[in-house]
């Protein structure tokens, strides 16, 4: 057989033997030939194969990548948290802390079910605690599983509905369809904002917040909530509506206090300590 006729030349890498073409380097085919000999095709040696699978997964690592990138843009994650994650997380913390870390990660790891079944979390306690940081946690382990995120608070959300109105970036709606379709909303430091005002009338914030919960809870869609107050004193002190406090109890498939001193004093004072 005549490797010529059938217009295949060898390359500077190539050498050829018994009418078949090898690489140089791991001296496999370089070349198929069919059983009858009237059909041959140049192939990939084994070491092209290798590398064309290693770009191959170079190139799905880079889109991974990406991915995650949007994703972790698109949660709206403080750059403050962005490296926030179980495993660098100082457990030199309360007991009730440390048990609300366990809870978050059994969270993260059934999060297929948690997704089917619209399960939430409540966390609660004293400012300076970590429940925001927890939340952070959460969400960039499951960025990182390309789960849809995103992390806010009632203050941002009035700040984008209002801008809504003098802007064309966003509508209203638009803005409320995205936080009521995400796989997961969490909703940090709940009830810092009073829905009464002086005169018992609702602020402006009251319907927007019912209808974000109102949609999630009927879609079954989880939810994450961090708070100050525990969910009673929503309704008791900071004006939320019985229907609404309602929602976010059904939502909540735990609820989680979590105590002790500020965390954040106590890494000032140790700041503060080592650097006299």
């Not at 191959?56 to 991915?67: I, P, T, V």
Request: hydrophobic residues 35%.
């Amino acid at each position: 057989m005549n490797l010529i006729d059938y217009g295949i030349k060898l390359r500077a890498d190539e050498y050829a033997k018994d009418s078949m073409i090898y690489c140089k380097k791991c001296h496999t085919q370089r070349i198929f030939v069919s059983e009858d000999k009237k059909f041959v095709v140049r192939c990939l040696c084994e070491c092209q194969s290798e590398e064309k699978e290693k770009q191959l997964e170079l190139e799905k690592q880079k889109q991974r990548l990406e991915k995650v990138k949007q994703l972790k843009e698109m949660s709206l994650l403080g750059r403050k948290y962005k490296n926030s994650t179980f495993e660098n997380l100082d457990l030199n913390r309360p007991e009730s802390f440390l048990k609300a870390v366990k809870r978050c990660q059994a969270y993260c790891k059934a999060w297929d079910e948690i997704k089917n079944k619209g399960y939430g979390l409540y966390l609660y306690g004293d400012v300076g605690t970590g429940k925001t940081e927890l939340m952070a946690c959460i969400c960039n382990y499951l960025t990182e599983k390309f789960v849809p995120v995103i992390i806010t608070n009632f203050l941002e959300i009035s700040k984008k509905l209002r801008a809504s109105y003098t802007n064309e970036l966003e509508t209203e709606n638009e803005i409320i369809e995205k936080l009521s379709r995400v796989d997961l909303l969490i909703l940090d430091d709940v009830g810092a904002e009073k829905l009464k005002k002086k005169d018992n009338t609702d602020s402006f914030m009251q319907e927007k917040i019912y209808d974000i919960i109102n949609r999630r809870y009927i879609n079954q869609m989880p939810t994450l909530f961090t708070s100050n107050y525990c969910i009673q004193d929503l309704l008791d002190e900071r004006g939320f509506e019985e229907r609404t406090v309602d929602r976010i109890a059904e939502m909540s498939n735990a609820v989680i206090k979590v105590d002790g001193d500020s965390y954040r004093e106590i890494v000032c004072k140790r700041k503060t300590k080592e650097a006299l």
